[in-house]
Antibody, heavy 119, light 107 residues
Framework: EVQLVESGGGLVQPGGSLRLSCAAS????????MTWVRQAPGKGLEWVAN????????YYVDSVKGRFTISRDNAKNSLYLQMNSLRAEDTAVYYC????????????WGQGTLVTVSS | DIQMTQSPSSVSASVGDRVTITCRAS??????LAWYQQKPGKAPNLLIY???SLQSGVPSRFSGSGSGTDFTLTISSLQPEDFATYYC?????????FGGGTKVEIK
């Protein structure tokens, strides 16, 4: 059974940093693109970042470029999102998901972790 | 960036109704279009990929069609468990983008 479990969310002040983690199991993690998607309270879905299976390519939405870094550790079956210079508008539930390039969709999702940026 | 526009933003329907949701891309995306269902407090669930391919385990009352810029998601006979919010998503190129969502409510 595929499982994606996010952790690391919480309350942080504007300008602060947070590192999200996503633990994967039940599939060959090292073979899949991985993704972070976020959802602000009461709003729609927003793609945040993607990373290639070997970590050699990374893509970001413009609003987080230079502030967020996606990374992975295939030996630990883990995905990360380092978030710096956080802003109030980064407040959201952050989901990790796998991305199947042949389908163009996100097959499996974690349960999400809430990040709240507030003073 | 490719903008995805969904319509309507909400629809009221009854059990057994046929419901159609439209998604339009700001430029051609071939068939690189996926549809998701999301219920309150839950992660999204992939329904359709490649515009018209049904994800494993998804009921056959869901179907997708379209290519280029115009796409539709159809629920042939609405069931009580289908009341949710639906999103389209383009995968033609980065940045990946979602539509604004369509909430299917009980009439």
């Amino acid at each position: 059974e595929v499982q994606l479990v996010e952790s690391g969310g919480g309350l942080v002040q504007p300008g602060g940093s947070l590192r999200l983690s996503c633990a994967a199991s039940g599939f060959t993690f090292s073979s899949y693109w991985m993704t972070w998607v976020r959802q602000a309270p009461g709003k729609g879905l927003e793609w945040v970042a993607n990373i290639k299976p070997d970590g050699s390519e990374k893509y970001y939405v413009d609003s987080v470029k230079g502030r967020f870094t996606i990374s992975r550790d295939n030996a630990k079956n883990s995905l990360y999102l380092q978030m710096n210079s956080l802003r109030a508008e980064d407040t959201a539930v952050y989901y990790c998901a796998d991305y199947t390039t042949s389908r163009g969709g996100f097959d499996y999702w974690g349960q999400g972790t809430l990040v709240t940026v507030s003073s | 960036d490719i903008q995805m526009t969904q319509s309507p933003s909400s629809v009221s329907a009854s059990v057994g109704d046929r419901v159609t949701i439209t998604c339009r891309a700001s430029q051609g995306i071939s068939s690189w279009l996926a549809w998701y269902q999301q219920k309150p407090g839950k992660a999204p669930n992939l329904l359709i990929y490649a515009a018209s391919s049904l994800q494993s385990g998804v009921p056959s009352r869901f179907s997708g069609s379209g290519s280029g810029t115009d796409f539709t998601l159809t629920i042939s006979s609405l069931q009580p468990e289908d009341f949710a919010t639906y999103y389209c998503q383009q995968a033609n190129n980065f940045p990946l983008t979602f539509g604004g969502g369509t909430k299917v409510e009980i009439k």
